[in-house]
Nanobody
Framework: QVQLVESGGGLVQPGGSLRLSCAAS????????IGWFRQAPGKEREGVSC????????YYAAFVKGRFTISRDNAKNTVYLQMNGLKPEDTAVYSC?????????????????WGQGTQVTVSS
């Protein structure tokens, strides 16, 4: 059974950090492009970052570039999103998704598998 499970969300103060994890089961993450998306209340879902299948090209939305880092641990079959310098506007439910197309896409419709999401709240 193909499954993606996110973890690592929580409440953090502005300027703080969190590391989100996206653990896969039932398939090998390295064969897929993995994207992180987020959706804040009342807003459209937006792409945050993506890592392609090997060699693992990385892409970032302009609003997180320089603050967030995506990485993959093939041994653990897990993709991470390290988020530093968090801002209140980063508050959202963050979800990871996998697509069989090996290159990245910011179009959520191209992703076949989705996790349940994890809440990130940035507030003082």
């Amino acid at each position: 059974q193909v499954q993606l499970v996110e973890s690592g969300g929580g409440l953090v103060q502005p300027g703080g950090s969190l590391r989100l994890s996206c653990a896969a089961s039932g398939f090998t993450l390295d064969n897929y492009a993995i994207g992180w998306f987020r959706q804040a209340p009342g807003k459209e879902r937006e792409g945050v970052s993506c890592i392609s299948s090997s060699p693992g090209s990385k892409y970032y939305a302009a609003f997180v570039k320089g603050r967030f880092t995506i990485s993959r641990d093939n041994a653990k079959n897990t993709v991470y999103l390290q988020m530093n310098g968090l801002k209140p506007e980063d508050t959202a439910v963050y979800s990871c998704a996998a697509q069989t197309r090996r290159s990245c896409s910011s179009n959520a419709g191209t992703y076949e598998y989705w996790g349940q999401g994890t809440q990130v709240t940035v507030s003082s």
